[in-house]
């Protein structure tokens, strides 16, 4: 079971980036997957989340509409695309999976969802400066 986290890296406040998480070793599609990140001395918090059926998604409630997530269940990867960045944004980012149904993502929000999911990578740095 494997999730691997790519695109991170240095950008200037207002620029893009585009992250994206391939898996493998286990059927993602029988799993949400999602998009989290840690900065120093902070907890790890939840950015956004995607459905098994590759539509539904959840979004934190303060990202302003600025990340887009989405999911490609036939390449089995999830992709996190960022816009307007700020120095705020600088963490490491994580994908995740895990099973959780809609009424207890509704219920705890995606802000709090990282101790739910059991399937982690890595994760990729993501500077804003």
């Known amino acids: 079971v494997q999730l691997v986290e790519s695109g991170g890296g240095l950008v200037q406040p207002g620029g893009s980036l585009s992250l994206s998480c391939s898996a493998s070793?286990?059927?993602?599609?029988?799993?949400?997957m999602g998009w989290f990140r840690q900065a120093p001395g902070k907890e790890r918090e939840g950015i956004a989340i995607?459905?098994?059926?590759?539509?539904?998604?959840y979004y934190a409630v303060n990202l302003g509409g600025r990340f887009t997530i989405s999911r490609d269940n036939a390449k089995t990867t999830l992709d996190l695309q960022m816009n307007s960045l700020q120095s705020e944004d600088t963490a490491l980012y994580y994908c995740?999976?895990?099973?959780?149904?809609?009424?207890?993502?509704?219920?705890?929000?995606?802000?709090?969802?990282?101790?739910?999911?059991?399937?982690w990578g890595p994760g990729t740095q993501v500077t804003v400066s």
């Open positions: 070793g286990f059927a993602p599609i029988t799993y949400l």
């Open positions: 995607v459905d098994t059926d590759g539509v539904t998604t």
């Open positions: 995740a999976a895990g099973r959780l149904g809609k009424s207890s993502i509704e219920r705890l929000g995606v802000q709090n969802l990282a101790p739910f999911l059991s399937v």
